[in-house]
């Protein structure tokens, strides 16, 4: 079961990372909002909010503060290993490409099957075991 949620998670997680960051940043504005006194009133008679709801504005802001940290972080990683991978991938040279090899395993582990895929390719072209 962990293993297939692994797979699910690294095959999704640029949308997964989106969501998180989608609902952090709605959760920390509503927090945020719940927390201000002046913006009850304004939220209990426009959107219908009840007080008890707004009662949990402090935890509502620091959910959404956990969820939009994760977010930006999972998004950033997964930037930084796609742009790290496609950058040295792209050489020709047997050397330039043994140098990087392990640190290019690593960032294929933590990125969708395509780019494992397009790692095992390069190994082929190469002839690297």
Known sequence: MANMLGRIWKEYI???SIVLLIIGLVFLVFGLLGSIEQSKDFLM???GITEDLL???LYILIIGFILTLAGIYYLYEFMKNKRFMLEEIETN????????HAELKNAAR???SKYQEMLTE???ELRIK
């Open 14 to 16: 640029v949308g997964i």
């Open 45 to 47: 008679s426009s959107l």
């Open 55 to 57: 009662a949990w504005g």
């Open 93 to 100: 040279k047997r050397s330039e490409f043994m140098k990087k």
């Open 110 to 112: 933590h990125l969708p």
């Open 122 to 124: 390069k190994e082929k």
